[in-house]
């Protein structure tokens, strides 16, 4: 395939008939208008604040699982480590191991003994045997911080996505862009609450398995179902021959970039029993049974869809050279757009009918996880700080909901500002980022309260503070942040940190001050709370 054909492809939309954009616009109008309707139709069930912040506790675990999947699986997911794949061969499969590896600590430690705590947000578990106000602050600021760096990928990945087929090259057209993305997200939230989020992202879920699928068949259609064909040709097309298939090609180089493997590994492998957007899903249902089976259905369907990553990816990297991929993004992240339209014919209403089609998924894909991400945000601040440490729990439930909404608007506002700064950054690597930030800050704490007799108040202060400070001090002076070509700030370097995931030290940090800030506490902990928490996480007695 020339270079012409990639330039083609990356300009789609704005160099071919109008019978391409106005497909593509149809089918991007069609989802939001239909997501809409979902979210308005959700938003006039929603009465309470049950309804807002856990929609009712009606879903099955079914239901739940795929709802889960629909927020797990993000533009990181399908936008991300495709790209990295496609230009890092065996090494960017390792996102999608740790991705769905991480599954397993959240459903051994977390998951039941959490929804049996809780009643909406992560602060509910710790506030119940410690001093309310400080440490539900520091949950709710914990939340908002690692839901920000979430949301910085999903808006990176909204921006390159639609570009590529609105063939928008402007700045201002991307950043306006993902101002549109944004304020979708405030919609779906704002007027549909957890029931409209929770369908929004079952139906994005069916859609972006039903799209892998597809591209995964006309992959290995393609290469006659012959794997080692395939496996062969991406090797030989990418310019590295027998090294893209082996580990090393980006984590190897040296004895540094091993190091920054092994800290992306931990980050990922801990990070999900620690994410809020995850975690507030496990209160979606009416048993702990329904959240252990809602895991479990998470696991097999995440577990398909990266094995299918292996076929974006690889498939991506056979029928593209990496500077045609790079050319359109420079991180990877619409290689699985353009092998959709590869697949399809470049020149062919078949091409566009694909690209349009997987686009809108991967659109699709990006709205149903900011709106989860949204609503973790604005749950933790109207509920841990505003109801309960501005108001001091005397706030009513409208005011609560309304104190929602309006954080809502205010998370939306930040991520869009941030987002437009992050767009030429690998999405899957920023979602590394907010893992790494989530096993810091939250996990710690989270196992500790559930787990340790004598945790106290000032150990989960010190624990959530001192994580959350030393993960996102340590981004800040990354490479991610500046001192190099594909940095946030590309033309300024004040980075000392050399590696890009602070995973190895922050969590570990997280740990130890937690374990250090309780054995220099002065609190006597409650131990008959302790006990209460203990029997109320294992069976679920007195859950709300």
């Given at each position: 395939m020339s270079t012409d054909h990639v330039i083609l492809a990356a300009n789609l939309a704005a160099n071919q008939a109008s019978e391409h954009r106005t497909l593509i616009i149809s089918l991007f109008t069609a989802f939001v208008l239909a997501t809409l309707g979902i979210t308005v139709w959700a938003g006039r069930q929603t009465k309470d604040a049950a309804d807002f912040y856990a929609g009712g506790r009606q879903f099955s675990g079914f239901q739940n699982g795929l709802a889960i999947s629909g927020d797990y699986m993000s533009a990181a997911s399908?936008?991300?480590i495709a790209g990295a794949i496609a230009l890092s061969g065996y090494d960017g499969f390792?996102?999608?191991?740790?991705?769905?590896?991480?599954?397993?600590?959240?459903?051994?430690?977390?998951a039941e003994p959490l929804r049996n705590s809780g009643r909406y947000t992560m602060g509910d578990v710790l506030a119940y045997r410690m001093r309310q106000r400080?440490?539900?602050t520091a949950a709710g600021v914990s939340t908002i911080v690692v839901s920000i760096f979430y949301l910085l990928a999903q808006m990176a990945g909204a921006g390159v996505l639609v570009s590529l087929l609105l063939g928008i090259t402007s700045e201002a057209g991307k950043i306006g862009i993902v101002a549109l993305v944004g304020v979708l997200m405030i919609m779906y939230v704002s007027i549909g609450g957890m029931k409209g989020t929770t369908w929004v992202q079952m139906v994005k879920a069916v859609l972006l398995m039903f799209g892998a699928l597809l591209l995964t068949f006309l992959v290995l259609l393609k290469f006659n179902f012959n794997i080692s064909d395939l496996l062969g040709t991406a090797a030989e097309n990418s310019g590295k021959g027998d090294a893209f298939l082996e580990p090393g090609l980006k984590y190897g180089i040296d004895s540094m970039t091993k190091l920054d493997f092994v800290s992306l590994g931990i980050a990922l492998v801990l990070g999900t029993a620690g994410l809020p957007h995850i975690l507030i899903r496990f209160y979606t249902v009416p048993t702990a049974q329904a959240a252990r089976k809602s895991v479990l259905w998470a696991i097999g369907l995440i577990g398909a869809f990266y094995l299918m990553t292996l076929a974006l990816g690889f498939g991506a990297a056979a029928l593209m050279s990496p500077k045609e991929i790079t050319d359109s993004n420079p991180a990877g992240n619409t290689a699985a757009p353009l092998l959709a339209l590869h697949l399809g014919g470049v020149d062919s209403t078949w091409g566009a009918i694909l690209l349009a089609s997987i686009s809108a998924v991967a659109f699709a894909t990006i709205l149903a996880v900011v709106a989860g991400l949204t609503l973790a945000s604005s749950s933790s601040f109207a509920h841990d700080i505003y109801a309960n440490v501005i108001k001091r729990g005397q706030a009513s439930e409208k005011?609560?909901?309304?104190?929602?909404?309006?954080?809502?608007?205010f998370i939306g506002v930040v991520a869009i500002g941030l987002g437009a700064l992050a767009r030429d950054l690998n999405v899957a690597g920023l979602v590394a980022l907010a893992f790494a930030v989530a096993a810091s800050?939250?996990?710690?704490?989270i196992l500790y309260s559930l787990f340790w007799k004598?945790?106290?108040?000032?150990?989960?202060?010190?624990?959530?503070?001192?994580?959350?400070?030393t993960a996102v001090g340590l981004v800040l002076f990354s490479p991610v942040v500046s001192g190099a070509a594909t940095s946030m700030f590309p033309d300024a370097d004040f980075h000392w940190f050399p590696l890009s995931n602070p995973g190895i030290i922050s969590i570990p940090v997280g740990f130890l001050l937690g374990w250090l800030g309780t054995l220099l506490s002065k609190e006597e902990p409650d131990k008959a709370k302790f006990a209460e928490l203990e029997v109320r996480s294992l069976t679920g007695t007195g859950a709300h």
């Open positions: 399908f936008l991300g390792l996102y999608s191991i740790g991705f769905l590896v991480a599954w397993l600590i959240a459903l051994l430690l977390v400080p440490v539900r005011q609560e909901m309304k104190a929602a909404r309006w954080s809502t608007v800050a939250n996990l710690p704490t004598r945790f106290t108040t000032q150990g989960a202060l010190w624990s959530i503070y001192g994580g959350l400070v």
